[in-house]
């Protein structure tokens, strides 16, 4: 059984940094993708970032490009996301996500999810 767990959110004010971590249980292949998604309130799910498993290509969404980096060390089966110059609009409940196949933004590709984590900033 597939589990992952997330850590790491909080309050912080605008400009402040945090980092997220996803730890995966029961994963044991170095191939698929892990991505970060958010949802704020009254908003659909939104994709963040996702890097692969095996090289470690990543990519992020405009919105966070050059803020925010994703990293992962398949060694302890744990994904981060590296979150620096926050904005209130970054202001979300952050999921991690697994899929066993390509990565892509669209949300339904990815089989297993997190229970997510809030993330919340001030102005």
């Known amino acids: 059984q597939v589990q992952l767990v997330e850590s790491g959110g909080g309050s912080v004010q605008a400009g402040g940094s945090l980092r997220l971590s996803c730890v995966t249980s029961g994963y044991t292949s170095t191939r698929g993708c892990m991505a970060w998604f958010r949802q704020a309130p009254g908003k659909q799910r939104e994709g963040v970032s996702f890097?692969?498993?095996?090289?470690?290509?990543?990519s992020s969404a405009a919105s966070v490009e050059g803020r925010f980096t994703a990293s992962r060390d398949n060694a302890k089966n744990t994904q981060y996301l590296e979150m620096n110059s926050l904005k209130p609009e970054d202001t979300a409940v952050y999921y991690c996500a697994a899929s066993r196949k390509y990565c892509t933004w669209r949300s339904s590709n990815y089989e297993y999810w997190g229970q997510g984590t809030q993330v919340t900033v001030s102005s």
């Open positions: 890097i692969s498993r095996d090289v470690g290509s990543q």
